[in-house]
């Protein structure tokens, strides 16, 4: 029996913007986007660690979708909603 590689999604993602700042995160959320993701590359752990909590703080007071790109450790660590790899 077929059985698809990812679970059904309850509900409509719409735009789901990709951006590179929290100052973009917060005007999106503002503007009532609540699926999103936060993708800053090609720095350490460290150098976005500030920036990723930021940034799920937001997510969690406007009851948003928040997938963190590649730093993965940093989105477990601090319970971001998602994490988008690759």
Do not use: C
Not at 43 to 65: F, N, P, Q, S
């Amino acid at each position: 029996m077929y059985q698809p590689d990812f679970p059904p999604v309850p509900f409509r993602l719409g735009l789901y913007p990709v951006v590179d700042s929290v100052a973009w995160i917060a005007r999106l959320l503002e503007a009532g986007v609540r699926t999103l993701q936060l993708r800053i590359k090609d720095k350490r752990d460290e150098e976005v660690e500030a920036d990723v909590v930021a940034a799920i703080a937001l997510g969690r007071r406007y009851h948003a979708r928040l997938f963190i790109n590649d730093y993965w450790r940093l989105a477990v660590k601090h319970q971001a909603y998602g994490v988008h790899l690759g």
